[in-house]
């Protein structure tokens, strides 16, 4: 290996003398000059003592959730061009891992993704569309290691109690069902399982695992033939599930990966004396600015050098949600656009390329990584056939902070620092260099490949001249790329003029284009025994609440467009299912969403089986404008029509006014809504908005 690799350098270096001189660009002139020169802090990388801890990969989490909703109506090729920025290899982020939700039918931050199993007797594997997100990856990289977790469960396996624990082999028998399904359906195998969800309740507030629920899933597992699949646990913190192991053999055998959410890079000596695999299994979920790719670029070396942790997972994939949601634009790239079809590639993207794009799961740290003198860090990984790979980060704090935890003030100054390369490393000759600065726009550079380093004649030493907020990859790879496609369309509001009468056969998603179910679950419906006008509808599918993860509201609701409508009229064809208590409404200014769902305000418009209607000034619908009782029943079709203008709104019932100059003072702007009242199902047809901003 050695051997080739010093035939192709020494093939290159006669192709590119000119470039080797130093006349390539101002920026990479230092670089090759410092090959010979060697300046500053020493640094030596060694493979002689052996090696670290293995490589994992990196990747991004789909879900936890509803964090893909919009990708998947955009239109083609922009589609296509953003899934291969995330995961074609050496393009763009090139990710190893994608992490998916196991929809559970509950608000997980930024909506709910659907459950493949509503209720006990109920199993569908085309629900949602994290299935089809997961082939696209494998079609893109058939090497992508897929995990799963969920984060909520529907309220059947509770057994009337908010807890998926009551039934331990019932819980199981759910998540292992997905895992087979998966394989049965979708030929997706499945190589991590994730078993505790975490929980959020106004703040972030973990719960605790069950042991037992954990041993009972591995034999479950083992059970189906699916010893391969590993278990990640807890999800959460390194505490207490590291001590539960250290204190039980069982349960030490049965889980493969410690896998803590945003741990600062730092992790426990009880989790490293498990002597178990220990992963960052959700981080950063940081606005996806250049301080967002700083915080992602330095978490990604000292997760390792301050943590042992051979995995990083970011939160989120891509920020396709509607921005105004909980944690707006915190995927790695932004795609929440598909009636544009626009999209950017955002540039933690490009940080995450210079580890993924020249780094595999199966290769090996270093033992020789750690900080620099001056600020920084550098970590160095190899695959033990004579590549190797370093990436060195300069992040400033001020560009660096990521939204949680809170980040200590440390100080990032210009430095030259010599790497030294020993052992079977110092038979390297060449070092292709990629370089990205992030900060001030003038000085802003994006995953740019600059002239080698040469090392023939240095003794396997060269010196790098480091400023802060700068990221460096030095490889023996030449395969790296900064993919490119075409500009995407220009950035469009959402249409002022839109409908939906829900009218396809054969849908390929369950959920229709554009709504964002905040709780509960709207799906393409057909009246099997209604072959007229309304034989195609949207459905809200769940009767019992879920086991949830945040705080749900108690009505279901599903959002739509744009947040800045002030001025709309809202229609839609409404059908309650439920006698005497069922009930359903169309709203809009709605001004919250996600995790803060229970407390949206807005104009809402309810009718209900009874005979009642009601005008509310908010979802629970404590701030009542209007009341009164019309003519409506369940079983029967009706269309209500919402006008809202300044400070005034008005309500139809099949064309006729029946409340009018209601005086409304907040909230100014949000979305359109449907919903029903509790979760009860209930059918929508022929939505139609008319919006002015």
Known sequence: MALSLLAASRQRRGQVMTAAAGSAGSTAAPLLLSAVLALGSAYVLDDSDGLGREFDGIGAVSGGGATSRLLVNYPEPYRSEILDYLFKPNFGASLHI??????????????????????????????????????????????????GLPWSFPGWLGKGFSWPYVNIQLTAYYVVSWIVGAKHYHDLDIDYIGVIFDFVLQIWNERTFDIGYIKALRKMLDSHGLQRVKIIASDNLWEPISSSMLMDPELLQVVDVIGAHYPGTHTLQNAKMTKKKLWSSEDFSTFNNDVGAGCWARILNQNYVNGCMTSTIAWNLVASYYEELPYGRSGLMTAQEPWSGHYVVESPIWASAHTTQFTQPGWYYLKTVGHLEKGGSYVALTDGLGNLTIIIETMSHKHSRCIRPLVPYYNVSQQLATFVLKGSLSAIPELQVW?????????????????????????????????????????????????????????????????????????????????????????????????????FTLRQVLNQRPITWAADADNTISIIGDYQ?????????????????????????????????????????????????????????????????????????????????????????????????????????????????????????????????
Not at 457 to 481: A, I, P, V, Y
Not at 665 to 691: C, K, L, M, R, Y
């Open 98 to 147: 994608l992490k998916v939700e196991i929809g559970g039918d509950g608000q997980t931050t930024d909506g709910t993704e659907p459950s493949h199993m509503h209720y006990a007797l109920d199993e569908n594997y085309f629900r949602g569309y994290e299935w089809w997100l997961m082939k696209e990856a494998k079609k893109r990289n058939p090497d992508i290691i897929l995990m």
């Open 565 to 693: 409508w002030t001025n709309v009229t809202i229609s839609c064809d409404v059908y309650i299912e439920t006698p005497e208590k069922g009930g359903v409404y169309i709203a809009g200014r709605v001004n919250k969403g996600g995790i803060w769902i229970r407390s949206a305000s807005g104009v809402f418009f309810w009718i209900f089986a009874n005979g009642l209607y009601r005008v509310t000034g908010d979802l629970a619908g404590w701030i009542i404008y209007s009341s009164g009782y019309v003519e409506v029943t369940a079983k029967k079709w009706y269309t209500l029509t919402l006008t809202i203008e300044g400070h005034s709104c008005s309500g139809k019932l099949n064309g006729k006014s029946l409340w009018e100059n209601i005086h409304v003072i907040f909230p100014q702007n949000g979305w359109a809504a449907i919903g029903t009242h509790s979760f009860q199902f209930a059918q929508f047809d022929n939505f139609h908005v008319e919006a002015i901003r």
């Open 435 to 535: 370089y990205s600065k992030l900060g001030k726009p003038s000085e802003k550079s994006l995953f740019k490949q600059l002239d080698s380093l040469w090392l023939l004649d240095s003794n396997g030493t060269f010196t790098l001249k480091l400023q802060e907020d700068e990221l460096f990859t030095l490889t023996t790879l030449t395969t790296g790329c900064k993919g490119s496609c075409p500009l995407p369309p220009k950035s469009q509001p959402f249409p002022p003029s839109y409908k939906d009468n829900f009218n396809i056969d054969y849908p390929f998603f369950s959920e229709a284009p554009n709504f964002a179910d905040q709780t509960g679950v709207f799906e393409y419906y057909m009246n099997s025994d209604d072959p007229g006008a309304h034989r």
